[in-house]
DNA sequence: AACTTGGACAACCGCAGTGGT
DNA sequence: GACCACTGCGGTTGTCCAAGT
């Protein structure tokens, strides 16, 4: 076994008694051996105590963060599921970077992990594409592209049980549970942040108020997005925009496509949850570089694990 | 083979909120 | 109300490892 190498630093609170060294960096199996087993006897809470009595040279803190995000028997271990990517998405533009708030509609997943996700997958999608992750056009491509996605993914895993974000209880908090019969269904609530009218509805908007150069048909073609096989997108993205196009339409194919129950969905004029400037959006010149939407779309399976 | 680079994940740090005294 | 200890959260840094050169 490869000892992790640590450091060590002096208490914080270094009284006499307890000048003692405290352990840094990576926790060894016999630091979870303990920890674990302390937890086992005397349960979780009161960290610091637990630092002091289990032997760890450790801080209350670091104890806590071990347990919550590794040796909790419900953390859920490996790769995140096109399911909880789309969860995530969708929460956090709706909540922005709450990240335990996020953390609490994926079961068995930590706040750590969710951020991670989104520092390492989201944050680079967007310094490829040379964007902010807060701005509109970057929200529109999570929205237009990477949810489509993603469900198509979704729908790819064939028999496995698909995935239906509703609403638990008369609270608006959107969670997971299996359901065997339909695809997706979205029964989000009212203020739902996913919303696939609205995103379609959003891409019309965006189209109206830009320049004749339409989103992106290189990324259409992409092999990685496959977005011709949606022909209503498709169409969308690679003729003229029209501004007689109206959500019915859209959400019709949705129905058809991706078994979206129009109905949770809430159709009203497009609004970013998010605080970014609305000059974004009405200034073509504002919106993303779309050499570099192709270029990045291209690699998007890799980068976001669809595969 | 040696070295560099970048991705993924674990762990730490600072701060804010909360409850007890 | 002031102080203190504790807890939880979000941002940041550190570590490991695989891929590339």
């Keep these: 076994m490869i000892v992790p190498m640590s450091t060590f630093s002096k208490s914080a609170s270094s009284s006499s008694d307890e000048d003692v060294e405290l352990r840094r960096g990576p926790w060894t199996l016999e630091e979870d051996t303990l920890l674990i087993r302390y937890i086992s006897c005397h349960g979780e809470g009161r960290w610091n105590l637990l630092a002091k009595r289990s032997g760890l040279r450790r801080t209350g803190k670091s104890c806590r963060l071990r347990w919550m995000n590794y040796l909790k028997p419900d953390v859920k271990r490996g790769n995140l599921t096109p399911q ?19 953390a609490q509609h994926l079961p068995g ?43 198509q993914k979704i729908q790819l ?18 969670s997971i549970h299996v359901n065997e019969h339909s695809l997706l269904s979205a029964q989000v609530p009212a203020q739902g942040p996913f919303n ?48 007689t196009a109206n959500s019915d339409h859209y959400s019709t194919y949705l129905k058809g496509c991706y078994n979206v129950d129009n109905i949770g969905y809430n159709i009203e004029p ?14 073509p010149s504002n919106w993303i570089d779309h050499n570099d939407l192709a270029d990045g779309l291209w690699n998007m399976d890799e980068l976001w694990q669809f595969r």
């Design 84 to 102: 909880e990517q789309i969860l995530i998405l969708e929460l956090h533009s709706k909540w922005g970077n709450r990240w335990a708030k996020i």
């Design 109 to 151: 997943r930590t706040d750590n992990e969710i951020k991670n996700y989104w520092r390492t997958r989201v944050q680079k999608q967007a310094r490829h594409l040379k964007i902010d992750t807060n701005s509109t056009a970057f929200q529109e491509v999570i929205r237009c592209f990477w949810m489509p996605r993603l469900l």
């Design 157 to 174: 895993q064939g028999s496995s049980p698909s995935l239906a974000i509703s609403s638990q209880n008369s609270n608006t908090q959107p």
């Design 196 to 243: 696939m009218s609205e995103t379609l509805y959003s891409l019309e908007h965006q189209a109206m108020n830009s320049s004749s150069e339409n989103c992106t048909s290189a990324s259409i073609s992409s092999e990685s997005m496959n977005i011709s096989q949606i022909p209503q997108i498709s169409e969308y993205l690679t003729t003229p925009f029209h501004a």
């Design 270 to 283: 497009f609004s970013l949850a998010s605080g970014s400037a609305p000059g974004d959006f009405e200034n």
